[in-house]
């Protein structure tokens, strides 16, 4: 199935209209809409907004209409919009595009904020509420839920499953705060869960988390009682040493990919057959790096057959070097879709955004989607259908 993608939120179809936007999307040649199912709070420049320019999405809300049934102890929050009117049952009504649903599945503030038995905890036991757990029985009902859910009830031709594992600390919650200078070394520490549900399971399975985050604990307290700052080059090597000599710490990472592996394969195997299920493995740069997030590439893609993988890179050349790498890290069966923005803060020359296409067109990538409808000028939006003429 063809998927030339355009990302794109409710309240912009509620500003604009469904019927006028796939037009505007058809004449660009896209062939797809990957509507936000669930998404998180933030603070949006609009620059086509017709009834704001500034827009703060309530956080951690769904953008469809969801049946209690289909969930265990944590269901989702409808957003407002669908007390007025279901975006994603209207463009599943328009017909003219394939409806693809987006979704931020466990980070989720407002969803953790009301379920603290089923967020991540690092080793001091302090909650990460932005983030439910993969390893929590809940949490994981709760994202297997969603993805059965909007395919069971919408006509939709696929799901693109953003954040199913464990999100990174340093990950810029609102008005984060620290005066103390953190480094790669620190930041991986800190981003480690060791919430009951993940000591449990990974116990059972012979590794002595209990132990780890013993250690984890004393190192993070060392740094933090010291007078050292660590320079981000030393940090990541430090990190890198950790890693290749730390045995338990080698298991523990293994362990967290198996979680996110095995709830990404059951989400594929109660997904209906005929929608497609892609896993965009992290937003972070480059692609590889996913694995501190739990994503083992190759797993995934052996589960699912689709890897949607954001090339949220400056230049064409960083785009060449990403796609070498992760082609090397995925089944050779395996589908890669690319999503580009194309305007500051990656790609802000239309020439070098066509290079970028045509770079991942070259590599075997002509699935391609946009980053996003509501966030981009008109004259960036332009260029998209300039590109897309040269994706076969």
């Not at 802000?348 to 075997?364: P, Y």
Request: some cysteine; charged content about 20%; proline content about 5%.
């Amino acid at each position: 199935m063809s998927y030339k993608a355009i990302l794109s939120y409710a309240w912009d179809f509620a500003d604009h209209g469904v019927g006028e936007s796939v037009s505007a999307f058809k004449d660009m040649g896209l062939d797809t809409v990957s509507l936000a199912g669930t998404y998180h709070a933030g603070k949006f420049l609009r620059p086509k907004g017709k009834s704001g320019k500034v827009y703060f999405p309530e956080d951690g809300t769904a953008y469809f209409r969801h049946t209690d049934s289909r969930y265990g102890a944590i269901k989702p929050l409808p957003n407002s919009i669908l007390a007025e009117r279901d975006i994603l049952d209207e463009l599943c009504d328009d017909g003219r595009m394939n409806i693809n649903v987006w979704m931020v599945l466990l980070h989720n503030t407002a969803l953790g904020m009301q379920h603290p038995d089923a967020v991540v905890r690092n080793a001091f036991g302090d909650p990460y509420f932005y983030n439910l757990c993969p390893s929590a029985p809940a949490a994981r009902d709760y994202a297997i839920g969603l993805c059965v859910d909007v395919t069971e009830s919408y006509s939709v031709t696929g799901l693109s499953l953003e954040a199913p594992g464990f999100t990174p600390y340093a990950h810029g919650y609102h008005h984060e705060m620290s005066f103390v200078r953190q480094d790669p070394m620190f930041e991986g520490l800190m981003g480690l869960c060791f919430c009951d549900h993940c000591v449990g399971a990974a116990t059972r399975q012979g590794v002595d988390a209990a132990g780890l985050k013993a250690y984890v604990a004393n190192r993070i307290e060392s740094f933090l009682n010291s007078e050292v700052d660590i320079p981000d080059d030393m940090g990541r090597a430090f990190w890198v040493a950790e890693i290749a000599t730390n045995h338990e710490l080698r298991a523990y990472l293994d362990f967290r990919a198996e979680q996110v592996t095995s709830l990404v394969a059951e989400i594929r195997a109660r997904v209906r057959m005929d929608a497609e299920v892609a896993i965009i493995p992290s937003v972070a740069r480059p692609t590889g790096g996913a694995w501190y997030e739990g994503t083992d590439l190759r797993a995934i893609g052996e589960a699912t057959g689709i890897i949607e993988a954001c090339f949220y890179e400056p230049s064409a050349a960083r785009i060449a070097a990403d796609l070498f790498d992760l082609k090397h890290r995925l089944p050779a069966d395996t589908t890669i879709r690319g999503i580009l923005r194309p305007s500051y803060p990656d790609i802000e020359s239309k020439a070098e955004f066509l290079s970028a296409v045509d770079i991942l067109v070259n590599g075997g990538v002509t699935d391609i989607a946009f980053y996003n409808w509501g966030h981009q000028r008109r004259r960036n939006l332009e260029w998209i259908g300039d590109a897309l003429a040269r994706v076969p």
